[in-house]
T-cell receptor
Framework: NAGVMQNPRHLVRRRGQEARLRCSPMKGHSHVYWYRQLPEEGLKFMVYLQKENIIDESGMPKERFSAEFPKEGPSILRIQQVVRGDSAAYFC??????????????FGEGSRLTVL | QKEVEQDPGPLSVPEGAIVSLNCTYS??????FMWYRQYSRKGPELLMYTYSSGNKEDGRFTAQVDKSSKYISLFIRDSQPSDSATYLCAHPQVIKAAGNKLTFGGGTRVLVKP
């Protein structure tokens, strides 16, 4: 059973370009989460999605960032008109529906975005 | 005030020593906590979770919660170089549609020297 798959692992963009990060959840997992980890900082929640639905996007910046999880295919985190401050590691996690407060999130290895 | 805070370290110990990691939280209503381990350039993986007050032990790892002082601790006995990683405490929050939002501390980097 493959884990959470993220690609690309490394992405370099120039200011003003677009970045697209992809995430395939673990088999059988219907919940996808995106987290951002800035250098020397912990992980910050961005968005929680299920198939074709954004459930909680309270951690998403209001502009330039969007996420989707289509019926077919991976979840996509899209960053338009990237700026240097977007340089970070973006982690995707997946889980089955949570029962109680101890539901584990399974993380991918991250996509590292560098904005020149 | 951040909801969950950790000393960033680094914490350097000799092999075989006990590693002691701490985390503080701000909301006295929090009951569940998790410890994740993150190796360099990798994603976090769950080490253990703990509920309310008391201890939980899993092999060389022991997690403690002290609700009176809003303090969470993780102890690693007989530390090994392979324990060198960043340790993140997290508070899970069940959200709508059976989701689970984790609020992480900043992580403490641990280096176990052979």
């Amino acid at each position: 059973n493959a884990g959470v798959m993220q690609n690309p692992r490394h992405l370099v963009r120039r200011r003003g370009q677009e970045a697209r990060l992809r995430c395939s959840p673990m088999k059988g997992h219907s919940h996808v989460y995106w987290y951002r980890q800035l250098p020397e900082e912990g992980l910050k929640f961005m968005v929680y999605l299920q198939k074709e639905n954004i459930i909680d996007e309270s951690g998403m910046p209001k502009e330039r960032f969007s996420a989707e999880f289509p019926k077919e295919g991976p979840s996509i985190l899209r960053i338009q008109q990237v700026v240097r401050g977007d340089s970070a590691a973006y982690f995707c996690a997946s889980s089955p529906p949570v029962r109680g407060n101890t539901g584990e999130l399974f993380f991918g290895e991250g996509s590292r975005l560098t904005v020149l | 005030q951040k909801e969950v805070e950790q000393d960033p370290g680094p914490l350097s110990v000799p092999e075989g020593a006990i590693v002691s990691l701490n985390c503080t939280y701000s909301n006295s209503a929090f009951q569940y906590f998790m410890w994740y381990r993150q190796y360099s350039r990798k994603g976090p993986e769950l080490l253990m979770y703990t509920y309310s007050s008391g201890n939980k032990e899993d092999g060389r790892f022991t997690a403690q919660v002290d609700k009176s002082s809003k303090y969470i601790s993780l102890f690693i006995r007989d530390s090994q170089p392979s324990d060198s990683a960043t340790y993140l405490c997290a508070h899970p929050q069940v959200i709508k549609a059976a989701g689970n939002k984790l609020t992480f501390g900043g992580g403490t980097r641990v280096l176990v020297k052979p």
